[in-house]
């Protein structure tokens, strides 16, 4: 039987991605509960969530995976918005500006505890009240860092990616597959 990989999250993006890569895993939902101050270091606070997430679930002899993303502009942190209203918010601040989309990933094994962080330039084009209420309207600011999925409407917005579009996604795959190359090849998919 191959062994799995247990996701610490319940993201149905990072499970897309996942299958997408061939990874096997399984799905346990994190008991971390993350705290996202504006003003912190979006490095600091990636990685900190990812290992708090992974932890959280972490049994002896496994490998677990925790990821955390979050979206950083002018030394401000744009984690999940808490209503509508902070998400317009949000979005009317990123539009037609240039911000960075940061994952941190943590991988926990026997005798492996790392955690790398993955950035992404992303560059909106500026929008109206009506484009900006659509998005609002969509509803995929909910649960979302920096209250908008770039896989969904709010693609429509992006001018320019400048990095790894899965990191925008909420897993960044090729930084995924390098960390387990290193630390946990046996994880990799095998070609058929």
Same mark, same amino acid.
Request: charge should be negative.
């Given at each position: 039987?191959?062994?799995? %990989? =247990? *996701? ?9 991605? *996942? ?5 096997? !895993? ?12 504006? $003003?912190?270091?979006?490095?600091? %606070?990636v ?7 992974? &932890?959280? #679930?972490?049994?002896?002899? &496994?490998?677990?995976?925790? #990821? /955390?993303?979050?979206?950083? *502009?002018?030394?401000r @942190? ?6 509508? $209203?902070?998400? &317009? ?18 991988? *926990?094994?026997?005798?492996? /505890? &790392?955690? #790398?962080?993955a950035?992404?330039?992303?560059? !909106?084009?500026? +929008? /109206? ?6 998005? =609002? ?12 999925? @770039?896989q969904?409407?709010?693609?429509? =917005? +992006?001018?320019? =990616? /400048? ?7 909420? %897993? ?10 290193? +630390? ?9």
């Amino acid at each position: 039987m191959t062994e799995r %990989l =247990i *996701l610490a999250s319940t993201s149905p993006q990072r499970r897309a991605i *996942l299958e997408q890569l061939r990874i096997p !895993f399984e799905v346990v939902s994190p008991t971390y509960v993350e705290h996202d101050p504006p $003003d912190a270091d979006p490095v600091d %606070l990636v990685r900190d969530h990812a290992r708090g997430k992974a &932890r959280s #679930v972490h049994r002896t002899g &496994r490998w677990t995976l925790g #990821v /955390d993303t979050t979206v950083h *502009l002018d030394g401000r @942190i744009y984690a999940k918005a808490r209503d509508a $209203d902070e998400a &317009r918010w949000m979005l009317s601040s990123l539009a037609g500006r240039t911000h960075t989309v940061i994952s941190g990933l943590c991988l *926990l094994g026997p005798g492996i /505890d &790392r955690s #790398v962080e993955a950035r992404t330039e992303v560059t !909106f084009r500026t +929008v /109206d009240d009506d484009q900006l209420s659509a998005l =609002i309207d969509a509803n995929e600011w909910q649960g979302r860092a920096g209250a908008y999925a @770039i896989q969904g409407e709010t693609g429509s =917005i +992006v001018d320019r =990616i /400048d990095g790894d579009y899965w990191n925008v996604v909420g %897993l960044p795959g090729p930084l995924l597959l390098e960390l387990l190359a290193e +630390v946990a090849p046996h994880l990799l998919p095998r070609p058929k």
